[in-house]
Structures are given as structure tokens and as C-alpha cells.
């Protein structure tokens, strides 16, 4: 709850309207944009992960190709952040040896963290991309309900009307590779860059 991901930058710098209660759209449109590219990728990557867990194989491959794909630091240190704090929350929740072992990893991401957990519970592909896609998204929103005069009627309109493309998301990320799939996502990528030197902040990323 602490990570904005660059939106508290793109906000500022008036690349999402901040009237968002008259152009609901321009929030919408970026969450859409970020499915469709950033989010696309996290997805592939979640769902390499999953596999790795039903197979029992390592994923510090993975976590070094998805560091490698996040060009802003704060983007890149933030998904770090928030997947080992994702990891060691489920391995105190649930007593599984490779839950343990993938909370011990210094480089572990979210999407990463998140597809590899649900896959040693065995909760289905689909399901578990979709339910990382959600949150994220989720999450968005919250953070833009703390910087734009946005009301939780609204907000909860738009987590409902983004769930076709967060579906179309999760269809599109199942005929990706992990090794090809990459995003181009300046804008967020740009902004994240651009946090530290914000006047004010009130999240870290």
C-alpha cells in the first residue's frame, strides 16, 4: 500500500487528469494500457512461476529476467520489496518447505512470489494470474484514491469495468514466453524514475 509505481509522478506532472471525477476515463485508460503491456508481462512471468512450482524447479532465473526487464529502479525495487514481503507472509501462514525456501531468496518478485505460493497450493493457472491481475489493479486504484478526489462508488466502477481486459489479459499471457515477452511501458517506467525528485511524496515508488 505504500508503492504508487510511478502513478503519484504521472499525477503531478498532469498525465492522468486529476479532475478524474468529470474524465473518469483517463484513469481508466492508463489501468487498460498497463494490462495490455506492463501487466501482460507480469502475468507471463506469473505464470512460468506457477509451473516451476508444480514441477518443484528453481525460479532465481526468472527473478533476474523480470529485475532486468524493470529499467526504473523504484519500479523494480518496489515489486522486490513487496514480493519478499508477500513470500515471508505466506511461508509463517502456511508450513510447506519450498515456501520457506522461496522466502528465503534476496531476489524474489511479486509476480513472481504470488504464481510460485498459489502454485504449491495448487489453485488453478488461470485462476491465480487472474487473481495477481486483480490485485494489482486493485491496488492501483486504492493508490489513486489517495491523490485524486476519487470516491469509492467510482473506483469500484472501474475495478468492475477493467475485468474484461483483465481477462483478455489472462488470455493473451498463456501463449507468451517469459524468455521473448517484454513491455513497453515508458510512461510509468519515466515517472518512477522521476519519483525521488517530486516536491512531495506520499508513497515510496
Known amino acids: 500500500m505504500s508503492h504508487s509505481l510511478g502513478l503519484e509522478t504521472l499525477i503531478f506532472d498532469e498525465d492522468i487528469d ?3 471525477q468529470k474524465c473518469p476515463g483517463s484513469l481508466t485508460g492508463y ?38 526487464r524493470k529499467q526504473a529502479r523504484e519500479s523494480r525495487e518496489a515489486s522486490l520489496a513487496i514480493g519478499r514481503r508477500f513470500a515471508r507472509l505466506a511461508a509463517a501462514l502456511h508450513s510447506a518447505p519450498a515456501l520457506s525456501a522461496l ?8 509476480s513472481v512470489a504470488f504464481r ?12 491465480t494470474v487472474s487473481a495477481f491481475l486483480h490485485q494489482t489493479v486493485i491496488s492501483l486504484i486504492s493508490a489513486a484514491q489517495r491523490l ?8 469500484s ?10 481477462l483478455e489479459t ?23 524514475m522521476r519519483h525521488r525528485c517530486l516536491p512531495t511524496r506520499l508513497f515510496i515508488s
Open 148 to 155: 485524486l478526489p476519487l470516491g469509492q462508488t467510482l473506483a
Open 170 to 192: 489472462v488470455e493473451r499471457s498463456r501463449s507468451l514466453s517469459f524468455s521473448t515477452v517484454g513491455s513497453f511501458a515508458h510512461l510509468p517506467e519515466l515517472a518512477s
Open 103 to 110: 522466502a528465503g531468496l534476496e531476489e524474489l518478485h511479486h
Open 31 to 68: 489501468l487498460q494500457d498497463s494490462l495490455s503491456e506492463s501487466l501482460l508481462m507480469e502475468a507471463v512471468f506469473c505464470r512460468e512461476a506457477h509451473g516451476r512450482a508444480l514441477q518443484g524447479k528453481p525460479v532465481c532465473d526468472l527473478n533476474q529476467q523480470n529485475s532486468a
Open 18 to 20: 486529476s479532475s478524474v
Open 116 to 127: 510460485y505460493t498459489l502454485g504449491i497450493l495448487a489453485i488453478d493457472a488461470d485462476l
Open 157 to 166: 466502477r472501474m475495478a468492475w469495468d477493467l475485468k474484461p481486459a483483465i
